[in-house]
């Protein structure tokens, strides 16, 4: 989905998709930094913040801004969530919300700035709903199969809530759940869950 992204931005724009944080230093004019593959580690936070003021955007669920310490902009970049119709940004003290109305005028598209919290909204419930669904099996109460077929049929979902997991990553949404579950113990992740990783 990011190539769809970068086709969109203005032509004479510069902008960076971080895959790796290294090689960054010959981009130093660009209009936009975005990195999508947003680890929470010292390093490329500190890599990061040295483009600001310039935006600097993030694929940051289970961290929010006010963790990580600088006026980055988080979006929910999970697949799949940016083919949506509008995207899920939160913007910590210090970023540039004109900047942002700005860019996703231009893109055409549209955003909603959500709170600060880890998992944004939709990132909340989708965790929530695979989680549940691992409790089900759990119970024997059903197939993997047919808890998919379930949740399409019944709540017109595009995926059921393991074919959501293999899409998204099993793996972040367990980070997730790990994350709230420490706050609130409703998140705490199935043991099924565990043992699929």
């Not at 660009?30 to 490329?44: K, M």
Request: aromatic share 10%; with cysteine.
């Amino acid at each position: 989905m990011h190539q769809k992204l970068m086709a969109r931005l203005p032509p004479q724009w510069e902008y960076v998709v971080a895959p790796e944080i290294n090689g960054l230093e010959r981009h130093r004019d660009a209009d936009l930094i975005i990195d999508l593959c947003f680890a929470p580690d010292e390093e490329r936070i500190r890599q990061l913040s040295r483009w600001l003021p310039t935006p600097v955007m993030i694929n940051s669920m289970a961290w929010t801004i006010g963790e990580i310490g600088q006026p980055f902009v988080r979006i929910n970049a999970w697949p799949g969530m940016l083919e949506r119709e509008v995207h899920e940004l939160a913007i910590g003290p210090g970023a540039d919300s004109l900047f942002l109305e700005g860019l996703y005028r231009r893109l055409g598209w549209k955003y909603r700035l959500v709170p600060d919290v880890p998992g944004m909204i939709s990132g909340r419930i989708l965790a929530m709903i695979i989680n549940e669904a691992f409790f089900t099996l759990e119970e024997n109460v059903s197939s993997r199969e047919e808890i998919d077929i379930a949740m399409r049929l019944g709540t017109n979902y595009p995926f059921g809530p393991f074919e959501w997991s293999e899409k998204i990553g099993l793996g972040n949404i367990y980070d997730l759940l790990n994350k709230l579950g420490a706050t609130d113990h409703r998140y705490i992740p199935a043991k099924g869950m565990k043992a699929s990783l």
